[in-house]
């Protein structure tokens, strides 16, 4: 049974965690799908961005499976290292700080867990105002160790941040978005068509100027501005070098919409 299925149109590829049985839990299957997807999209040089979301209304991810953590614990030795080598083959969206294509999360419905971890390592957030998002782990004697711990006190403050890692709260989206955690909060009804502005907002900027951008933001607010300036980023080499930075100011000037080729 696949867990995770994707969908290319155009140069896009969106992609569901699909268990809405089980609120989209993340089970090691689960990571290690979307692990070969965002590979393929990575590799794809016909795909500019990605779309992530959850099967059905409910949640977007309710985060780690636990009824699978807590029956790995007791399992056989083989099972375990069938899991272990499952994992070694997997390299979760969490851990992929250089990804360089755009990813959206479409919260269809609520975060939670490794769920919230996975839409803080996407770049923008779109929700359903019906949303809640949360890292409860510490409720469960464990730790948003997937990023949140170390993402959410970068996103929203430290205090804000300090309150929910704390506490294991949940926030609604509305709350997300005045803290800036989300870009866009929604009503269920509308978040297709609001996914797909920003998606086509996106697709009217030249692909290799977006993943010029993203490695220059991501790459360059880790060091102080004096350094992050003169740094060498090697997508902003290769635009700099394309015939979409001829294409574009030509299209200007002739007045026309750019044809880009992402080359």
């Not at 614990?73 to 990804?99: C, I, N």
């Not at 479409?106 to 996975?118: H, I, P, R, T, V």
């Not at 804000?160 to 997300?176: D, K, N, P, Q, V």
Request: with cysteine; aromatic share 6%; hydrophobic share 40%.
């Amino acid at each position: 049974m696949t867990l995770v299925t994707q969908q290319k149109a155009g140069h896009v590829c969106y992609i569901t965690i699909d268990r809405p049985e089980a609120c989209n839990a993340l089970s090691p299957q689960t990571y290690f799908e979307l692990s070969e997807i965002l590979n393929a999209i990575e590799a794809d040089d016909d795909i500019w961005l990605g779309v992530l979301t959850g099967a059905g209304e409910q949640a977007f991810s309710a985060g780690r499976d636990l009824k699978q953590l807590a029956h790995i614990a007791m399992a056989s030795d083989s099972e375990q290292q069938a899991e272990k080598e499952l994992w070694e083959k997997t390299t979760r969206l969490t851990d992929r700080f250089e990804f360089p294509k755009p990813l959206i999360a479409k919260l269809n419905g609520s975060a939670y867990g490794g769920g919230l971890e996975l839409a803080l390592a996407c770049d923008i957030i779109v929700a359903a105002d019906h949303v809640q998002l949360g890292l409860p782990e510490p409720t469960r004697g464990l730790i948003a160790m997937a990023g949140g711990v170390h993402r959410l006190p970068r996103q929203i403050g430290l205090k804000a941040a300090m309150g929910f890692l704390l506490t294991g709260r949940s926030m609604t989206a509305a709350r997300a978005y005045e803290l800036g955690l989300v870009n866009e909060v929604v009503p269920a009804e509308s978040l297709d068509a609001t996914v797909q502005s920003w998606v086509d907002d996106i697709l009217r900027c030249a692909p290799l100027a977006v993943r010029s951008t993203k490695q220059c933001v991501m790459q360059g607010i880790d060091h102080p501005l004096r350094e992050a300036l003169p740094r060498l980023y090697s997508w902003e080499e290769a635009r700099k070098t394309s015939s979409d930075a001829l294409e574009g100011p030509r299209a200007f000037a002739e007045k026309r919409p750019p044809k880009w080729r992402g080359e």
